[in-house]
Structure formats: C-alpha cells, structure tokens
Nanobody
Framework: QVQLVESGGGSVQAGGSLRLSCVVS??????????MGWFRQAPGKEREGVAT????????YYADSVKGRFTASQDNAKNTLYLQMNSLKPEDTAMYYC??????????????????WGQGTQVTVSS
C-alpha cells in the first residue's frame, strides 16, 4: 500500500510563500517510477489539478492559474514531492493534496487519473 503524507500548509498574507511537502512511503525511489500531482479543493468547488511532475521528476506542467508562481519538484532519494508556492493570492486558499499513479512517463491534472492520495494540508491566504 502506498501512503502519502502532506505537510507545510498554513496561513499567509497575499504575496507570501509556502512550500508544501509530500512524503511517499513504500520502497525507496518509488516516486521516480510514478507520476505525481498536486491538487487543491476549496469549499463548494471541485478538486482542481494545479501541477504534475513525472518522468522521474524531469517534466512538469501546471494549471494556468498557478503557472509562473508554483513550482513542483521531487527528491527521489527521499521519496518526497514538493510544491513551492510564491506570490500567493486569496484565491489560492484551499485544501491541498498530493497524489500518485503508476505511470512514469505521462503527467496529468485530472484527479480521476490518480490512485493514491494524501489526507491534505490547508493553505489559507489572507488579503
């Protein structure tokens, strides 16, 4: 069973930064063989894919809403995924989740494509 645990959420003012982490437990280097995603869900809204990282961490793409502000990365030796979030806006307020799927060479921003999910970490951005 693959388990994902997010951390790093919190409350910041608009324009601030946060870095989220997601530790994937199972075999060492497993995330190098998976594609990973970051998602968020605000109250009353659907879950939205914001970033995906795949091909061993070599490739990424982002939702237009966060492009240029968020950066996904991973440390394969630590089985850890990161999301660096800069220039945060109030509309970024949401529960953030990491997710994994057993496909290395293609990323996805679609929640239905992912098998394993973390429990989420809350990000609140005040104006």
């Amino acid at each position: 069973q693959v388990q994902l645990v997010e951390s790093g959420g919190g409350s910041v003012q608009a324009g601030g930064s946060l870095r989220l982490s997601c530790v994937v437990s199972r075999n060492t280097y497993i995330i190098s063989r998976y594609s990973m995603g970051w998602f968020r869900q605000a109250p009353g809204k659907e879950r939205e894919g914001v970033a995906t990282i795949y091909n061993g961490g070599r490739d990424t793409y982002y939702a237009d809403s966060v492009k240029g502000r968020f950066t996904a990365s991973q440390d394969n030796a630590k089985n850890t995924l990161y999301l660096q979030m800069n220039s945060l806006k109030p509309e970024d307020t949401a529960m953030y989740y990491c997710a994994a799927r057993e496909r290395r060479y293609t990323g996805s921003l679609s929640a239905s494509d992912y098998t394993y999910w973390g429990q989420g970490t809350q990000v609140t951005v005040s104006s």
